[in-house]
């Protein structure tokens, strides 16, 4: 499957309320929003969140479909903004196992080493693949966040992982 990856824009904000509420829904343990508060949002508020912040796409090359993406937000306290927070990582179903999310990952990435020294994430402990993506690009377990979510009644672990990037 051919595909490019790009940061998303405004003009991107249908394509992205779309693909993250179609994660959501798919996957409520998965993310730490719910489908609830984002189906509220308009497009406008997602264009907003795209002109404002660093959400990578890839897209498709033959038809122009968005496959999957991935967000890099960095603090602008002093303290903290040598960190770097990967989030919001989500690969359409028909594209899994394609090598897209690797691609996504590496991308954000080679973004975000010119901007910070380390990356931080939490993935669902029950997510096996998203881990062995994560171990595969470097990231290494700090942490387990116990109950972390509660999706109805059923509560969910987090683990936390991080890496140090080479400038």
Not at 10 to 16: F, Q, W
Not at 110 to 136: P, T
């Amino acid at each position: 499957m051919q595909f490019s990856i790009q940061k998303l824009g405004s003009a991107d904000a249908e394509d992205y309320r779309a693909l993250r509420l179609d994660g959501l829904a798919r996957h409520p343990e998965a993310f730490c929003a719910s489908f609830e508060e984002e189906d509220g949002l308009s497009i406008a508020a997602f264009a907003e969140r795209l002109e404002g912040g660093l959400v990578f796409g890839a897209r498709a090359c033959d038809r122009d479909v968005l496959l999957g993406t991935v967000g890099l937000r960095v603090s602008k306290d002093i303290k903290t903004r040598h960190r770097g927070l990967i989030w919001g990582m989500y690969v359409v179903p028909d594209a899994q196992g394609t090598g897209i999310g690797a691609a996504l990952l590496r991308h954000v990435m080679d973004e975000a080493r010119h901007r910070v020294e380390q990356l931080y994430l939490a993935v669902a402990a029950s997510n096996v693949s998203a881990q062995r993506l994560y171990g595969k690009a470097g990231f290494k377990q700090y942490g387990l966040e116990r109950r972390a979510m509660k999706v109805g009644a059923i509560y969910h672990d987090l683990i936390l992982m991080d890496v140090r990037l080479e400038p």
